[in-house]
T-cell receptor, first 110, second 114 residues
Framework: GENVEQHPSTLSVQEGDSAVIKCTYS??????FPWYKQELGKRPQLIID?????GEKKDQRIAVTLNKTAKHFSLHITETQPEDSAVYFC?????????FGRGTSLIVHP | GAGVSQSPSNKVTEKGKDVELRCDPI?????LYWYRQSLGQGLEFLIY????????KSGLPSDRFSAERTGGSVSTLTIQRTQQEDSAVYLC????????????FGNGTRLTVT
């Protein structure tokens, strides 16, 4: 089955800095890569996703890049703000059942 | 519109007891998922329902776990003879269909087995 590795497990940045979270996946058939944000005590919510026919997607301060050859994808957050503090999960899917990474706890210091 | 609703929000049970967790998906969503989230861990897939098809039970950790989805809507996850290692947050999610649509999660049920 699919295996998703996510790094780092914890990321601490100063407000205004950029943050990058990286994920690798094992199954070359995977074709859908969503990212979810989970604030403390709340439900995970989709923030951005990318499909395998696209190499990069951007939405305001967040962007995701996909390298299918290397089987890795990354989340980039620019100009971080304290409200970006949360746990971020990447996922990979080919069979309509997303396999999630273990999450990255992002802490943005004001 | 209403999101995914789960109940109860918290459940404390004694080891060996059975528990039932309920999920009410977004109306019209044909895909329904159960995941388990343990402290500091990712989201562990348990079971997937899509329309009237047979569910994908490949993620259920033991035969003490079962789930059903009645009428293509509400789902119940049952854990029999609970063990302490079952303590976790159980998250339900629904999606528009089974074509890699975004998942909409409920708030989860926090299960504590004492």
């Amino acid at each position: 089955g699919e295996n998703v590795e996510q790094h780092p497990s914890t990321l601490s940045v100063q407000e205004g800095d950029s943050a990058v979270i990286k994920c690798t996946y094992s199954d070359s058939a995977s074709n859908y890569f969503p990212w979810y944000k989970q604030e403390l005590g709340k439900r995970p919510q989709l923030i951005i996703d990318i499909r395998s026919n696209v190499g990069e997607k951007k939405d305001q301060r967040i962007a995701v890049t996909l390298n299918k050859t290397a089987k890795h994808f990354s989340l980039h957050i620019t100009e971080t703000q304290p409200e970006d503090s949360a746990v971020y999960f990447c996922a990979a899917s080919w069979s309509y059942i997303p396999t999630f990474g273990r999450g990255t706890s992002l802490i943005v210091h004001p | 519109g209403a999101g995914v609703s789960q109940s109860p929000s918290n459940k404390v049970t004694e080891k060996g007891k059975d528990v039932e967790l309920r999920c009410d998906p977004i109306s019209g969503h044909t895909a329904l998922y159960w995941y388990r989230q343990s402290l500091g861990q990712g989201l562990e897939f348990l079971i997937y329902f899509q329309g009237n098809s047979a569910p994908d039970k490949s993620g259920l950790p033991s035969d003490r776990f079962s789930a059903e989805r009645t009428g293509g809507s509400v789902s119940t996850l049952t854990i029999q003879r609970t063990q302490q290692e079952d303590s976790a947050v159980y998250l339900c999610a629904s999606a528009r269909d089974g074509t890699n649509s975004p998942l909409h999660f409920g708030n989860g049920t926090r299960l504590t087995v004492t």
